[in-house]
């Protein structure tokens, strides 16, 4: 089994920055692919970033220029680094990890961090 452990949430205004972080632990070796998605009120959770087993980087449409997503070659930690931060980027943020080489379906989620950006 893998944990997953996200922080850095907070409320922040618009423009501001935030970075989260998701520390993984347990079975790590089974991990290949990671990635961030978010959940606002009353919307379906959406892929924000993710990177596979093998460092291809891949960004929502909505967040390219703005947020960079990074992990430590012992992928025990992701991090998303987020900039020109904006009301409609309001959600819970979780991180997921898979099995496979690309993240598609996850297999492990983190309980999930607030973001909140007032405008």
């Known amino acids: 089994q893998v944990q997953l452990v996200e922080s850095g949430g907070d409320l922040v205004q618009a423009g501001g920055s935030l970075r989260l972080s998701c520390a993984a632990s347990?079975?790590?070796?089974?991990?290949?692919?990671m990635g961030w998605y978010r959940q606002a009120p009353e919307k379906e959770r959406e892929l924000v970033a993710r990177v596979s087993g093998g460092g291809t980087i891949a960004y929502a449409d909505f967040v390219k220029g703005r947020f960079s997503i990074s992990r430590d070659k012992a992928k025990k930690t992701l991090s998303l680094q987020m900039n020109n931060l904006k009301p409609e980027d309001t959600a819970i943020y979780y991180c997921a990890a898979a099995r496979s080489w690309f993240l598609i379906r996850a297999d492990y989620w983190g309980q999930g961090t607030q973001v909140t950006v007032s405008s």
């Open positions: 347990g079975s790590i070796s089974s991990i290949n692919a």
